[in-house]
């Protein structure tokens, strides 16, 4: 958040990097997050305070991860016939632990039911999925060149992909008329629309399951997106951080499974991003991969992984669990049927609030249409909104502007990083606005 | 084949080609004492091997913390989810309190200056993100760790300029030197934005002196520009002189008081636990600056490379622990003297000095001029090859931490057991007694030539794009 500065006297010039506001901090996204941060909900010592909705977090499976720990001691500690202490804190070998590689390609296997194979050496490992969707910019554009990505996307997109590497981000529009679908029409106008300010496309980066949409990508855009790519010569990136996260498995199909139906033919411009921080709920972990059909970029990656390793005790830890087959079958299961009892609770809360959410199949969060609700149908209209919900209701929700969605009055609602009471709590503050919008709007 | 940016493929790693070799030749051949007695002895890692055994039993002693528990309860959920940048406040201040107290605590440092990164390397790249645009310069005193030709300039676009040190006065950094590269940039049309200095030196293994550090500042301040003092080497000062940080400096100045100077906003410290504490694999680095806006920018930019929760709490209990850490700090600063006279003693046995300013490090700088055939760097190679073939061990070639002498080799001690270090030296005693009998010493000591400075630049710009099995060893080690 910022900071801010008396400036009395000139002060000693930093980078226009440094000065920049592409960090994009000062964005509701991040407001949101201040008035929670200041008032934060507590069932017992402030009951009335803001419920955080914004915030991806995974929070439904910990006693799993807690119950492993507990059973497997040596994942968290060294010796004891494992690998010793001194030998994991000198590895600083940009190429990754192997058995923790070996256990996060298997991991990304099971995830995809098995429907795509991994090579673990194509692995690259980063300090969590922001390094790697940065690295990966770095890696395939130059300064000043373009990135088209579907609308609505994440907000930290702006600052991932942007801040650092002077790349540009040109949206591809989507709108509700065909749930937010990417169409080839749409990826047409944002290559033009780049083409128009002189930019040179070099790749698109969809998320799927989408954030903030929480749907997994359709088979059918997922073939057109490879095809447009193809025909115009440009990379492909898939962050499929979520991928974990779909409520039914055989309704998540990555771009590797279709690769591997056209035989790897044009694989080299497909790069995949994966991270544990919301599959296992591991954020403060930093566990973020590149995976990359594409030699040079592998190579490329692992040089560049050197500023953003990941901490070598960690990956002793994760690659005991990941590595253990009975618990990661059952992990991903169970997580996957808590995360789908806790959409089904929330689609029912709102909707017997009155409020429709985008039909949805995955991911910590659902998409929620508040558009009948806005006095007007413009960015203001939904921000006066989103101010509403977060100082009258004490919720922080993310207003759809904030992930550059074209038409106002979208919201991102998190439900997977509370308890079951506190998602009973929030619900029932929503119905209970909604019923006093009603009757007032009666009255007047 | 899909383009791939200008990073990625002409700049690429910045990779001296001779490196590659050693490593190479080392995993093809490893010593072992028992399996490969006669393979090649790694001493070209600067890693600090020696002080495992006080760790091991701090954590056998404390066994909760690594198991995810405070005062008996878990805290699994709590750090799993931790990855606020601001870093935890008790590794923070852990941290802090580390760095004073291996400043014998002359100055302290505040929590909210420091800026956590995934190790110095990150750290160091990071600062030039926030102090430098691509195109513009920060001067080096040479020789310095070749990692530095990556970390500050591949992705950043800044470049380096050097600041020429010699041997006639131990590689002290002087007044003219600094006047020179300022010069040197100037006719590149390049904007100096900074100096960026590590102290202790590596590869040199010198602490800075006071009047060296007061140049310094007296330059930035007069140039208006910033410094940057790695100080990653700081815990590793075995001998007197005592180690003196920049931050003292800028305490004890009375003209710096003054208002408009603020030099004090632009003096920034890198710190790390690789070296001084043995763990390069826990990725631990952070910045430290009075300058709010640094640490504002830095803090943002550490999103990129943050350090795993699960190591900071780890690290907030270990380095919480004082008692712990004073006596870490003596024990290990012995043990590396110790370590440091067996391996000048052994050098003197085989007829070679080394820089006697060393008083900090892993390594030492070791003069082999004598041993060269002639006064240039074909002949350093020449002779770099015969101890990596001839002799077995892996060193690292003055050439490539841009030493304008050629000679020169920074030779590791703290990364493998004495028995293993005494053979080395035995080895190394042969060859210069077999060696003596074929070269001719007369003109080994005249100055670097003309052609020996562009020889090195020509191989050392020869920034080549591999594809290989090669790219295993391609970390530089520090």
């Not at chain 1, 980078?15 to 008032?39: M, V």
């Not at chain 2, 004495?418 to 190394?428: G, V, Y």
Request: glycine share 6%; proline share 3%; aromatic share 10%.
């Amino acid at each position: 958040m910022g900071i801010e500065i008396e400036q009395s006297h000139p002060s000693v010039e930093l980078s226009s990097i440094a000065i920049s506001e592409t960090h994009g901090e000062n964005s509701p996204y991040f407001a949101g997050w201040k008035a929670y941060d200041e008032d934060p909900y507590h069932e017992i010592t402030n009951p009335s305070g803001v419920i955080q909705m914004g915030l991806a977090e995974n929070q439904v499976s910990f006693d799993l991860l807690e119950k492993y720990l507990e059973e497997n001691s040596e994942a968290s500690t060294w010796g004891k016939g494992g690998t010793s202490f001194r030998e994991n804190a000198l590895f600083q070998d940009y190429h990754g632990l192997k058995s923790f590689r070996k256990a996060m390609a298997s991991f990304m296997e099971k995830i995809r039911g098995n429907k795509a194979k991994f090579d673990y050496e194509r692995i690259v490992l980063t300090a969590g999925a922001t390094a790697a969707n940065e690295l990966l910019t770095f890696i395939l554009a130059n300064p000043g060149d373009a990135l088209l990505v579907p609308t609505p996307y994440y907000p930290g997109f702006d600052r991932d992909l942007r801040w650092r590497t002077g790349v540009n981000i040109v949206p591809i529009h989507c709108d509700s008329s065909n749930n937010f679908q990417i169409t080839l029409e749409a990826l047409e106008t944002a290559y033009k629309n780049a083409e128009s300010m002189n930019m040179k496309v070099k790749a698109v980066l969809i998320t799927n399951p989408s954030n903030p949409l929480g749907i997994a990508i359709q088979r059918s855009v997922l073939e057109d997106i490879l095809d447009f790519v193809t025909r115009k010569n440009i990379h492909l990136v898939s962050d499929e951080i979520y991928s974990g996260s779909v409520f039914s498995s055989h309704e998540f199909i990555s771009v590797a499974e279709i690769l591997e139906s056209r035989q790897y033919k044009d694989a080299e411009r497909v790069h995949i991003v994966y991270s544990l921080s919301k599959d296992l709920g591991l954020p403060g972990f930093r566990v973020g991969t590149i995976y990359s059909y594409n030699d040079k970029v592998v190579t490329t990656a692992r040089r560049m992984s050197s500023f953003t390793l990941i901490s070598s005790q960690t990956q002793h830890l994760l690659a005991s669990m990941l590595s253990d087959e009975s618990f990661t079958d059952n992990y991903i299961k169970i997580n996957r049927e808590r995360l789908r009892k806790r959409y089904d609770m929330i689609i029912e809360g709102l909707k017997s609030a009155g409020i429709e959410c985008l039909k949805g199949n995955a991911g910590l969060f659902c998409w929620m249409n508040m558009s009948p609700m806005l006095e007007n149908d413009t960015r203001e209209g939904e921000l006066k909104l989103w101010n509403e919900i977060l100082n009258e209701v004490k919720l922080n929700i993310s207003p759809g502007c904030s992930c550059h969605c074209s038409e106002p009055g979208w919201f991102r609602v998190c439900f997977a990083n509370m308890s079951e009471q506190t998602l009973e709590i929030a619900l029932k503050r929503i119905r209970d606005f909604m019923n006093n919008k009603d009757r007032k709007d009666i009255e007047n | 084949m899909k383009l791939l940016s200008t990073k990625a493929t002409c700049n690429s790693h910045g990779q001296d080609s001779s490196y590659f070799l050693g490593w190479e030749e080392y995993e093809k051949n490893p010593y072992d004492v028992v399996q490969n007695p006669k393979g090649i002895i790694q001493m070209g890692l600067a890693e600090n091997q020696l002080s495992f055994d006080l760790l091991e039993s701090w954590l056998a002693k404390n066994p909760d913390v690594a198991g995810f528990k405070r005062d008996g309860k878990s805290i699994f959920r709590e750090l799993a989810l931790f990855q606020d940048y601001h870093g935890l406040p008790s590794f923070k201040k852990a941290l802090v309190d580390f760095m004073a107290e291996i400043r014998g605590n002359k100055i302290t440092f505040d929590p909210n200056h420091i800026v956590l990164t995934a190790g110095a390397t990150s750290a160091n790249e990071t600062l030039m993100f926030c102090l430098a645009e691509q195109g513009e310069a920060f001067l080096l005193p040479t020789p310095y760790y070749p990692g530095f030709d990556r970390d500050l300039k591949w992705r950043t676009g800044v470049e380096i300029v050097p600041i020429q040190c010699t041997s006639s006065n131990n590689f002290q950094i002087t007044e003219s030197a600094l006047q020179q590269a300022h010069e040197e940039a100037k006719k590149k049309n390049l904007r100096v934005k900074g100096v960026l200095v590590t102290n202790p030196s590596n590869p040199l293994g010198t602490t800075m002196s006071k009047s060296e550090l007061n140049l310094l500042i007296d330059f930035i301040k007069d140039k208006d520009m910033h410094l940057i003092s790695d100080e990653i080497y700081s815990g590793t000062v075995f001998t007197s002189p005592n180690f003196v940080s920049v931050m003292e400096i800028l305490k004890e100045r009375n003209d710096l008081k003054d208002f408009d100077a603020n030099v004090s906003e632009r003096v920034h410290i890198v710190y790390s636990l690789s070296k001084d504490l043995g763990l390069p694999g826990f990725r631990v680095g952070a910045i430290y600056s009075e300058n709010d806006m640094v640490v504002a920018a830095a803090t943002k930019m550490s999103s990129f490379g943050l350090v795993s929760s699960q190591t900071q709490y780890l690290l907030s209990a270990m380095l919480g622990d004082k008692k712990f850490t004073r006596n870490y700090i003596s024990e290990n600063q012995k043990r590396l003297k110790k370590r440091q006279g067996m391996l000048v003693l052994g050098l003197q046995k085989a007829g070679i000095s080394c820089l006697k300013t060393n008083n900090a490090g892993l390594f030492c700088w070791v003069d082999m001029r004598n041993l060269l055939s002639s006064n240039t760097f074909e002949a350093e190679m020449e002779l770099w090859k015969k101890i990596l073939y001839n002799v077995k061990l892996n060193i690292s070639p003055g050439a490539s931490c841009h030493c304008t002498e050629p000679g020169w080799f920074r030779v590791c001690f703290a990364n493998m057991s004495e028995d293993t270090l005494n053979l080395a030296m035995k080895r190394l005693k042969d060859f210069v007694a077999n060696n003596n009998g074929e070269e001719c010493s007369s003109n080994k000591r005249t100055r670097s030539t003309q052609a020996s400075r562009s020889f090195s630049r020509k191989s050392l710009s020869n920034w080549v794009f591999r594809l290989s099995s090669r790219d295993r060893h391609e970390q530089e080690e520090r």
